[in-house]
């Protein structure tokens, strides 16, 4: 099966510039996540979403991030406007339960580098 | 808070040999799950293994092992036969059985080079 696609791979902006990108989870999972992950450091959740809901978005940075999946399936992450700080991986995962578990796959992630 | 705690930031290993990476954990739940994750330079994030916390038989898959000690809140990863292809970032994280959230709560990472 296809694996969770992100794009795009690489962007750079110029702060207080905006940003988005797009992620298409495997077919059939229901949740999806997206991480931030700042260089030197495990990724950290930003918002979780269980088909189109929200199941939890407390460490996103509402006043800059938003984000959204219509129809329950893509979904795209906002920046508006990026700061300096911004500069990280954005990980897609999706999952499914496996053998019980629910275990996440995930996106070849998108470099921001905000300058 | 449930916290992860990686000590080792990076490690070596000879081709074939054997290595171990250190984790450690922090919560005050019963039920829960933990992961190990492979991310090879510039590529994704790939699942290595995983433990449920209520199972004492400690998961294997093929070279990959971990020693899981509840009491301690103690999960490493060995790796036998250490291949080239093994060089990469690994993640030690937990997930919260039965919560609201699914979410992974990372460390900041073990650096692994094998070496030929």
């Known amino acids: 099966e296809a694996g969770v696609a992100q794009s795009p791979r690489y962007k750079i902006i110029e702060k207080r510039q905006s940003v988005a990108f797009w992620c298409n989870p495997i077919s059939g999972h229901a949740t999806l996540y997206w991480y931030q992950q700042i260089l030197g450091q495990g990724p950290k959740l930003l918002i979780q979403f269980q088909n189109n809901g929200v199941v939890d978005d407390s460490q996103l940075p509402k006043d800059r991030f938003s984000a959204e999946r219509l129809k329950g399936v893509d979904s795209t992450l906002k920046i508006q406007p990026a700061k300096l700080e911004d500069s990280a991986v954005y990980l897609c995962?999706?999952?499914?339960?496996?053998?019980?578990?629910?275990?996440?796959?995930f996106g070849p992630g998108t470099r921001l580098l905000v300058l | 808070a449930q916290t992860v705690t990686q000590s080792q930031p990076e490690m070596s290993v000879q081709e074939a040999e054997t290595v171990t990476l250190s984790c450690t954990y922090d919560t005050s739940e019963n039920n829960y799950y933990l992961f190990w994750y492979k991310q090879p330079p510039s590529r994704q994030m790939i699942l290595v293994i995983r433990?449920?916390?209520?199972?004492?038989q400690n998961a294997t898959e093929n070279r990959f092992s971990v020693n899981f000690q509840k009491a301690a809140k103690s999960f490493s990863l060995k790796i036998s036969d250490s291949q080239l292809g093994d060089t990469a970032m690994y993640f030690c994280?937990?997930?919260?059985?039965?919560?609201?959230?699914?979410?992974?709560?990372f460390g900041t990472g073990t650096l692994l080079a094998v070496q030929p």
């Open positions: 994280a937990f997930m919260n059985y039965g919560g609201a959230t699914n979410k992974l709560i």
């Open positions: 433990q449920e916390a209520y199972k004492q």
């Open positions: 995962a999706s999952s499914s339960r496996l053998a019980g578990v629910e275990t996440q796959y």
